[in-house]
């Protein structure tokens, strides 16, 4: 039932794109992303309901295929901030607030 | 701006030993969750309380751990005995959502990183 993520791990410069996914065999409510950097609490980023919409947060948006029951996060000319790992937790299809985790997918940004 | 606060932030025992987290939620948030984060994973749900009631607990080890929010505002989680394999980050989170509302955002704290020797 765990979702899982691509990729595991992913280097960038300064400045570039990077996309990360997040799929489920399972039916969706929603998906929900977060940010962790190491050591600290996980950050929320956003949350995703069923129906396809994108949503962003400054240059960090996201989308929601409820067909494919995937869910994708899109880095735009990332920053060195955004080095973490990042996690989506998705919802099964009624709201219960319960969240099963992604492995994870760390981030890195160089200068 | 609020934060769900926990505490200790780091705790070593021995294994056979009792533990004890606390988490203060932030003000307001009907919703408590515990989970527990191995280092390189994804945080995995231990329980759940809506107010001072138990939703899911379903994933907890209910041999030696055990939660409660007694009067619906604070929580605790309680590991006793301590065993090796219970190394890891337990975060606390809180949401403001009503259960069977909408969606229901949760926000975390920074968690108790524990190591059992």
């Known amino acids: 039932q765990q979702p899982v993520q691509s990729p595991q791990a992913v280097i960038l410069r300064e400045g570039e794109d990077a996309v990360i996914n997040c799929s489920s065999s399972k039916a969706l409510y929603s998906v929900h992303w977060y940010r962790q950097k190491h050591g600290e609490a996980p950050v929320f980023l956003m949350i995703?309901?069923?129906?396809?919409e994108q949503k962003g947060h400054e240059k960090i948006s996201a989308s929601f295929n409820e067909k494919k029951q995937q869910s994708s996060l899109y880095l735009t000319a990332s920053q060195l901030s955004y080095s973490g790992t990042y996690f989506c937790?998705?919802?099964?299809?009624?709201?219960?607030?319960?969240?099963?985790f992604g492995q994870g997918t760390t981030l890195q940004v160089k200068p | 701006e609020a934060e769900v606060a926990q505490s200790p932030r780091y705790k070593i025992t021995e294994k056979s030993q009792a533990v004890a987290f606390w988490c203060d939620p932030i003000s307001g948030h009907a919703t408590l969750y515990w989970y527990r984060q191995i280092l390189g994973q994804g945080p995995e749900l231990l329980v759940q309380?809506?107010?001072?009631?138990?939703?899911?607990d379903s994933q907890l080890p209910k041999d030696r751990f055990s939660a409660e929010r007694l009067k619906g505002v604070d929580s605790t989680l309680k590991i006793q005995p301590a065993e090796l394999g219970d190394s890891a980050m337990y975060l606390c989170?809180?949401?403001?959502?009503?259960?069977?509302?909408?969606?229901?955002?949760?926000?975390f704290g920074p968690g108790t990183r524990l190591t059992v020797l």
């Open positions: 995703l309901l069923k129906g396809g």
């Open positions: 989170a809180s949401s403001s959502m009503g259960y069977r509302e909408l969606v229901d955002t949760q926000y």
């Open positions: 309380f809506q107010d001072e009631s138990v939703v899911d």
């Open positions: 937790g998705t919802e099964k299809a009624s709201n219960t607030g319960k969240l099963i």
